[in-house]
């Protein structure tokens, strides 16, 4: 069965800071692979996905994850920190064929200005 | 395009109270998933609908029924609530037209059993 683990379940940075949030699956075969993000008191909003097409993804808000095979990881970054950026990150992924995803525990970030 | 909604917002029940969460999608998507979130552990799938018609356990599916309605609504009972279930409730809903594809969530709804 499919597992994540995401290492840290909290991260603080300084505003500016670099964003380095970690992310390994488990799985021989490359599963489809997603970073979430979960504002306070909000629903989950996809922030990006694993697509194949290149193994550097860009996704919304200035965040950016690389798909690397042979460490079966997929780190989330951000090159400059902002204080919005302040909230809770799920790794998640799913199987070949496989119906249901697989979420990490979450890593609450928070930004110190 | 409301995407996915749900309610109630928040609910307080007292233990062996039975409630409903509704949850609805405007997408046209065919699967449908009950999740439970709580500290520490991420989201957990309760069960899931891959189409009208059908329901399938998930990883954490004691203590719920669900109901696919339509291809728009898929239900969450509690037919005697615990504090255990005590937890925010996620709705989700995909499309298969690609595998790719992402799962979009509800707002929440947020169970405190007393």
């Known amino acids: 069965a499919q597992s994540v683990t995401q290492l840290g379940s909290h991260v603080s940075v300084s505003e500016g800071a670099l964003v380095l949030l970690r992310c390994n699956y488990s799985?021989?075969?490359?599963?489809?692979l997603f970073w979430y993000v979960q504002y306070p008191n909000q629903g989950l909003q996809l922030l990006l996905k694993?697509?194949?097409?290149?193994?550097l993804v860009k996704g919304i808000n200035g965040f950016e994850a690389e798909f690397k095979k042979s460490e079966t990881s997929f780190h989330l970054t951000k090159p400059s920190a902002h204080m919005s950026d302040a909230a809770e990150y799920f790794c998640a992924v799913r199987g070949l064929g496989a119906q249901k995803l697989v979420f990490g525990q979450g890593t609450r970030l928070t930004i110190n200005p | 395009n409301a995407g996915v909604t749900q309610t109630p917002k928040f609910q307080v029940l007292k233990t062996g109270q039975s409630m409903t969460l509704q949850c609805a999608q405007d997408m046209n998507h065919n699967s449908m998933y009950w999740y439970r979130q709580d500290p520490g552990m991420g989201l957990r799938l309760i069960y899931y609908s891959a189409s009208e018609g059908t329901t399938d356990k998930g990883e954490v599916p004691n203590g719920y029924n669900v109901s696919r309605l339509n291809k728009r609504e898929f239900s969450l009972r509690l037919e005697s609530a615990a504090p255990s279930q005590t937890s925010v409730y996620f709705c989700?809903?995909?499309?298969?037209?690609?595998?790719?594809?992402?799962?979009?969530f509800g707002p929440g709804t947020r169970l405190t059993v007393l």
């Open positions: 694993y697509t194949s097409a290149a193994t």
């Open positions: 989700a809903s995909r499309t298969e037209t690609s595998s790719y594809n992402e799962q979009f």
């Open positions: 799985s021989s075969v490359p599963p489809y």
